[in-house]
């Protein structure tokens, strides 16, 4: 995109040159004063529908004008890169905060590919000056005035305490840090202080000036006066849904939006005011954050009474926004027991308040729909807007602020900068709307932050909340976001998601879940050592949490853990399928899928030596019946015969309710079919039985020599793939497919050992061509060496994912090749536990089970047929994991006798599909004296427990006071949890929590649930 300037000077004269020149149109070009608020949502102004007193922002939005779709970057730092350099944020290397992600989005700060208003205007004669929240990169080459300004007061990093700064923000004056030693600081009065100063020193002398004023209120902690607070103390306690409407209603009748939008409900986080459990606390609350805006306001009039004292007020542009929307996170990290509002306390007003910031709309700060996104825009410049009381529909974002800027001060926007090539600016001037034209809008507007992804074109905005998938709104009829139109109009969506993609790449934005997780601590990693976010854990109704990592824990005592194997029907000597007549052995190289059209449940299987694929349904998903071969065709593609030495590797199902001609789709490993036609081809069938095969979707490794494959060199090792086991599973909660692919060496490396491993990623769709230079990293490496649990010839043969609550689960089938291993001499020797948090970065789980062997979650044993006879070796995995069947967990998988002596075909014989049962989420339980979790933020009522007692349950605020005790003394799958009588919910009525459990030795606590 292109930027809109009324007027050009040539970079190429000197600064000094340009003052002179500039002297006698002083007079007319305009001081300018941009101000920015933080987490200040899109209601919470007079002017815009509030009930929180602003008066000086309404006067000067009644002299000025108003904008009613003008965005900004949905978070703090997006928002102050795009502002300050009129490019989208990853462009500028600001797509998250300020880490180092090592990526060209992703950095500590603002990228040398730009430049800022202030580095800009003082080529054109300006004074730049800021007083506020810097937070666009805290090293000493991103500070402000190494980026254009010649004075600056404020914090360098993200918003703090406003009696006492914290030093680690960094409180500066110019180039030296300050400690405000005046028990009367405050930080919204400190920032207006000096913009006053500002003001004071450089108005009306012979050069114009650029004023930033970033404050930091209203955001996190609810700090202010007293008096201030007492100006608002009571009006809350009508509650949110009431002020929500009254908001609606007065916004209708000023004109900021559509009648025909209806009111978004009340957030599902946000209970009903009618169930409030302490309304007085939350009343305060509410009261402080209006005493922060309240304040802030006050600040913005003694800086225009400055700007009217000192003989500029005409032309004055003053222009005011905030960063993004009401913020809906729940801090609370001050002193226990402070009160709301003082120098001790450290909390956030939570996401019912921020509901009402963002009235009328949907979400909040760091989400893309217009809840996270959509900000008040208020323009003053007397001399220029002479018609006040304007509202402005016409749509812009923040991006537009720096041509705007340059516009009026008649400034050029440079084509590079102290000899650095300098990106163009993604904006476009805001000019032609100030004096009352009707500028040409933006073609796109797009938005990433955290995975949450927005495009709007005109009408039209696709927006998706990670990790969900897209949805489709018309803004001119829908701005509230209610009616999700993505079903009715696929094309739509497919052209928006396209432009989406094209503007990604163009400005360095990466899918969030790729990116590494941060706070990942350094240097040796334990498995229990994974970083965690400080953010309170949200717990969804109904999904139970497990403890097969650290992730839900805080704190511990004697923390022991087992790992518990499911219980193999018959001891795992009688398969549940046997193999067909004319074939050695079944293995569960397939899927079990459920058709709704049958009301069944529909398993593929592989059979050997003939390597068919048979299919057997089953209405219960414990008896079976077989129905005979599927038919695909697997001549080659450019033979048209089936090669000699040509293989079927892995097959993977899915169903796909939403396509009724061919609701059955897959992927299938065509192997030997040489470089270019090698590896995973689509394929899809109406019925599961006449199945076709579409085009090759992910290039394999055919062997040395194959440069159409991928070399990842990781750990000191080097591995090629995908080969024959790559597969997928689907992710029903975001509507996409986890790529689990298969690499591996083409030499054997220490004992006799050829790595194979498994990299994973996200696909949208299993029939498009997958771009295998995605894959640059391995998650499951095995270590060649007998440490976690492996022994020093195991290799990670195949392995699958699916997802289980808030989290993924996996198997990991073992190769060993060697004789030495515990169940069997030689090959798919073992199944082993896998989780993660995002899909992408998978841990095995290393537990010891009751008899002591770490990790081994079913082990080969005998059933392999024969009797054992050879060496009961060879497992395998259906692709999906296990089903719940009543109470239970059912897993299938293959066994089969693997004599590492025989020749093939006679190899791999005997045995077929057996069945293994587990408790749910009995995967791994804990013992331990006071096991405690991290904060939860909770949705639902009531607590369940998975247990066999006797155990403890304390309820504890989020400061760890015992609010409620409960015992439990069986074994149950689901313990109701009654402190005195009372649910979860009633004695912690703010749905924050930590819950401790002690579980004595010999119980076994296998997971919690709230509902």
């Known amino acids: 995109m292109r930027c809109l300037f009324r007027s050009r000077l040539a970079l190429c004269i000197t600064v000094a040159s340009l003052w002179a020149a500039n002297n006698s149109l002083a007079a007319n070009r305009p001081n300018i004063i941009l101000i920015l608020a933080d987490d200040l949502g ?42 300050l350099t009129g490019q989208y944020p990853h ?3 600001i797509g998250h905060m300020c880490g180092d992600h090592k990526l060209p989005g992703y950095q500590t700060g603002l990228s040398d590919r730009c430049v800022t208003i202030a580095e800009a205007v003082r080529q054109s004669g300006y004074h730049a000056m800021m007083s506020g929240k810097w937070h666009v990169g805290m090293g000493a080459e991103h500070r402000p005035l190494l980026r254009g300004f010649e004075h600056y007061f404020g914090i360098l990093s993200g918003a703090c305490s406003y009696f006492r700064p914290e030093p680690h923000r960094m409180l500066m004056l110019d180039d030296r840090q300050l400690e405000p030693a005046d028990p009367r600081f405050y930080m919204t009065d400190a920032i207006t202080d000096h913009a006053v100063e500002y003001i004071d020193r450089y108005a009306g002398r012979d050069r114009p000036f650029f004023l930033y004023v970033a404050y930091t209120a209203p955001h996190a902690p609810l700090h202010a006066w007293p008096e201030d607070i007492a100006r608002y103390r009571g009006k809350y306690r009508v509650g949110w849904d009431e002020l929500r409407q009254r908001r609606y209603r007065r916004m209708i009748d000023l004109g900021i939006i559509d009648a025909r939008w209806p009111l978004s409900p009340r957030d599902p986080d946000a209970p009903a005011w009618a169930d409030v459990y302490d309304e007085d606390r939350e009343d305060l609350k509410m009261s402080v954050f209006a005493a922060q805006i309240d304040r802030m306001d006050r600040g913005i009039g003694r800086i225009v009474e400055k700007v009217r004292s000192s003989g500029i007020e005409r032309n004055t542009l003053i222009l005011f926004l905030s960063d993004n929307g009401g913020c809906a996170e729940n801090l609370d990290e001050g002193k226990p027991g402070a009160p709301i509002g003082t120098a001790d306390s450290s909390i956030g007003y939570g996401p019912p308040w921020a509901n009402l910031s963002d009235t009328p709309f949907r979400r909040f700060k760091r989400m893309t729909h217009e809840g996270g996104i959509a900000t008040p825009l208020i323009a003053w410049w007397p001399s220029v807007i002479t018609r006040g009381g304007q509202i402005i529909h016409q749509v812009g974002h923040v991006v537009d602020l720096l041509p705007t800027i340059l516009d009026v001060a008649g400034a050029e926007y440079p084509k590079s900068f102290q000899g650095r090539d300098i990106r163009p600016s993604d904006g476009l001037s805001l000019l032609p709307i100030f004096e009352g034209r009707r500028r040409e809008g933006h073609e796109l507007l797009a938005w990433e932050h955290e995975g949450n992804r927005g495009v709007r074109c005109g009408q039209w905005k696709l927006v998706s909340y990670f990790p969900g998938s897209w949805e489709l709104y018309d803004l001119e009829a829908d701005r509230t976001e209610l009616n999700n139109l993505a079903d009715k109009m696929p094309d ?43 953010e ?28 518990h194997r499911p219980v193999k029907d018959n001891g795992g000597e009688t398969p549940v399928i046997a193999p067909p007549e004319g074939e050695r052995t079944l293995t569960a190289k397939g899927s079990i899928l459920f058709d ?11 059979a050997l030596p003939s390597t068919r694929i048979y299919r057997y349904t089953s209405s219960d998903g414990l008896t079976w019946s077989g129905s005979g071969p599927i038919e695909l065709d697997d001549r080659h593609p450019v033979t048209g015969r089936r090669e000699e030495r040509q293989y079927a590797g892995m097959h993977c199902f899915f169903y796909d309710a939403g396509d009724a001609a061919f609701p059955y789709k897959g992927w299938v490993f065509f192997g030997n079919w040489g470089n ?26 055919a062997g040395p020599g194959d440069s159409s494959a991928t070399t990842i060199h990781q750990d000191g090792k080097t591995v090629f793939g995908p080969g024959d086991t790559t597969r997928f599973a689907y992710d029903p909660l975001g509507r996409r497919f986890l790529g689990i692919f298969k690499f591996f060496t083409t030499e054997p490396v220490a004992h006799d050992n050829r790595l194979r491993s498994r990299a994973y990623a996200w696909l949208n769709r299993l029939d498009e061509p997958f771009d295998i230079r995605r894959l640059d990293r391995i998650a499951l490496l095995p270590s060649a060496a007998e440490v976690n649990g492996d022994m020093p010839a195991d290799e990670y043969y195949a392995s699958t994912a699916w997802r289980y609550g808030s989290q993924w689960l996996g198997e990991l089938l073992v190769w060993h090749g060697r004789d030495d291993y515990p169940w069997s001499a030689a090959g798919c020797a073992a199944i082993k536990l896998v989780s993660s948090r995002d899909g992408l970065d998978w841990h095995k789980v290393p537990f010891e089970d009751l008899s002591g062997t770490p990790e081994v979650f079913i082990p080969a044993g005998r059933q392999g047929g024969n009797n054992g006879r050879n060496d009961g070796g060879y497992l395998s995995l259906f692709s999906q994991g296990p089903l719940r069947i009543g109470d239970e967990l059912v897993f299938y998988y293959g066994a089969s006798s693997y004599g590492k002596n025989v020749p093939p075909p006679d190899r791999i014989s005997g045995g077929g599909i057996f069945r293994a049962r587990l408790r749910p989420d009995g995967f791994v339980s804990v013992t331990g004296l006071a096991l405690t979790t991290r904060p939860l933020q909770f949705k639902g009522r009531e607590l ?68």
Not at 499 to 511: D, L, S
Not at 536 to 562: A, H
Not at 596 to 606: A, E, I, N
Not at 680 to 697: E, F, K, T
Request: glycine share 8%; proline share 7%; net charge positive.
């Open 91 to 93: 462009a500028v290397g």
């Open 492 to 534: 739509k969506v497919r052209e928006l998601a396209d432009r989406y993609e094209a503007w990604a790449r163009q400005c360095n934005v990466v899918p969030w879940e790729t990116i590494p997780r941060r706070a990942r601590p350094r240097g040796d990693k334990t498995y229990l050592e994974q970083g965690r976010p400080k």
């Open 944 to 1011: 369940t427990v998975n247990g066999k007692g006797p155990i403890i349950v304390e309820a504890l605020s989020p400061k760890g006071q015992v609010q409620g005790t409960a015992f439990l003394a069986t074994d149950s799958a689901a313990h109701q949890v009654r402190f005195a009588d009372r649910p979860l919910a009633d004695i912690l009525p703010d749905n924050h929590a930590r819950l401790r459990f002690q579980v004595e030795q010999g119980a076994h606590l296998y997971s919690f649930t709230i509902r």
């Open 676 to 701: 270019e036609h090698e590896g995973v081809y689509y394929i899809n069938s109406a019925d599961g039985i006449h199945w076709q095969r579409g085009p090759l979707v992910v290039q394999g490794y």
């Open 536 to 563: 309170p854990v949200v717990i969804k109704p109904g999904e139970p949490q497990l403890f097969v990592d650290d992730w839900i824990l805080d704190s511990s005592l004697s923390l022991m853990r087992t790992l």
């Open 596 to 606: 709704p059209r049958l009301k069944s449940h529909v398993m593929f299987c592989k």
């Open 42 to 83: 899109f209601s919470d102004l007079g002017c815009y529908g509030s009930e929180i007193a602003t008066p000086n922002l309404d006067a000067l939005a009644a002299g000025g004008m108003r904008f009613t779709q003008f965005y900004n970057a949905a978070r703090c730092c997006p928002s102050r890169a795009a502002l």
